[in-house]
């Protein structure tokens, strides 16, 4: 168990660039999360897939932000057009999809702290 | 949706005293609520969670206790240490999503 992974872990870019993070889950987990947390708040959800199929996006996803998982392993989120708003830590988790609808642990990345210039 | 309220959001305690932290919840639909450890530079830890159908768990010197009734959840350290120092999350999860509280961050004074 490697744990998840993320890259970078810093990034620093200028209003107006795109930027794209990476999240490698630990390898058997077939639901991976991505949250955005801002300085003294806890994890906001923004999406999540099972397997390849992106199956809910909050509304805070707006349409500058698109995330993938190809082939249901890593995944990617892209952010467009970055603005000052977007300055936050970006974090990555995964889990085993839901027993019975119990909900499987989660384990999370180191994140990924992006600073708008 | 899913309101989660967490407090204190600062507690400072001292080495070998007990820390307890408060959540509480809206969706009465929620069954699964872990707890997250949350150390500068670092992504959430996942350190102790229940069910909705036990009302507490235990783990060494960490246990949890939900009153679903009442809606609200507390996590125990007892004994503390300065590396508990850290700020700490409760969640709930209804939905196929999780809602984080606001944090709480806890200092161990040696």
């Known amino acids: 168990d490697t744990g998840v992974s993320q890259n970078p872990r810093h990034k620093i870019t200028k209003r107006g660039q795109n930027v794209t993070f990476r999240c490698d889950p630990i390898?058997?987990?077939?639901?991976l999360y991505w949250y955005r947390q801002t300085l003294g708040q806890g994890p906001e959800f923004l999406t999540y897939f099972q397997n390849e199929a992106q199956l809910e996006k909050s509304r805070l996803l707006s349409d500058r932000f698109s995330a993938e998982r190809p082939k249901g392993s890593f995944s990617t989120l892209e952010i467009q057009r970055t603005e000052q708003g977007d300055s936050a830590m970006y974090l990555c988790?995964?889990?085993?999809?839901?027993?019975?609808?119990?909900?499987?642990?989660?384990?999370f990345g180191d994140g990924t702290r992006l600073s708008i210039l | 949706g899913e309101n989660v309220e967490q407090h204190p959001s600062t507690l400072s305690v001292q080495e070998g005293d007990s820390a307890v932290i408060k959540c509480t919840y809206s969706?009465?639909?929620?069954?699964?609520f872990p707890w997250y450890k949350q150390e500068l530079g670092k992504g959430p830890q996942l350190i102790i969670d229940i069910r909705s159908n036990v009302g507490e768990k235990k783990d060494q010197r960490i246990a949890v206790t939900l009153n679903k009734t009442a809606k609200h959840f507390s996590l125990h350290i007892t004994e503390t240490q300065p590396e508990d120092s850290a700020v700490y999350f409760c969640a709930t999860h209804t939905g196929n999503q999780f809602y984080f509280g606001t944090g709480t961050s806890l200092t161990v004074i040696p």
């Open positions: 969706d009465s639909a929620s069954n699964y």
């Open positions: 390898s058997e987990h077939n639901r």
């Open positions: 988790a995964s889990s085993l999809e839901a027993v019975w609808s119990k909900a499987q642990p989660q384990h």
